[in-house]
Structures are given as structure tokens and as C-alpha cells.
């Protein structure tokens, strides 16, 4: 499957609070948290589309106040980290 484009107007880009140079990084950002917090995508495919660690997604849900969904799926992968 390919990648998904998605046109954001330049008028809408233009009238964002956010430096052009980081406008792209952000919305991504801004996609991947909504995107787990309606439980569209797991924590490690929306922390990818952000392009965070595993940590720095984490710490950008705390901040944002989302609550982590963490399943047995996410603490296998905790004890296989843990013990490597």
C-alpha cells in the first residue's frame, strides 16, 4: 500500500501558529496523538508517524494529558525491552 498525501490548503498553512519549517513535523505530531487517542492507531504506528522514540511520544502524551491505552501486547514488548 501506498503512502496517503493529504493537501492542507496554503491559506490553512499559512494562517498556523507554527514556523513553516516545522509546520509539517507538527501536524504529523498533532495526527499521531489524535489518532491514538481515538484508538485509530497503537502507540508504537502513531509514536512512527510522529517520528518520536518510543519515550518522547510517550512524554508528548503526558504533556497533552492523553491517557496511554497500554495492553498485554504493550507490556510483552516492556518485559522483552526490560530484559535485553
Known sequence: MQGIVIEIPKD?????????EKAQGRL?????IHLYSEG???FGKARALAEMSKWE?????????I???YTREDLEEDFIFANE
Do not use: D, N, Q, V
Not at 28 to 32: D, I, Q
Not at 57 to 65: D, H, Q, R, S, V
Open 12 to 20: 490553512i498553512i499559512l494562517s498556523l501558529k507554527i514556523p513553516k
Open 28 to 32: 504529523k505530531e498533532e495526527l499521531a
Open 40 to 42: 485509530f492507531l497503537s
Open 57 to 65: 511520544f510517550a512524554e508528548l502524551l503526558g504533556i497533552k494529558k
Open 67 to 69: 491517557p496511554r491505552h
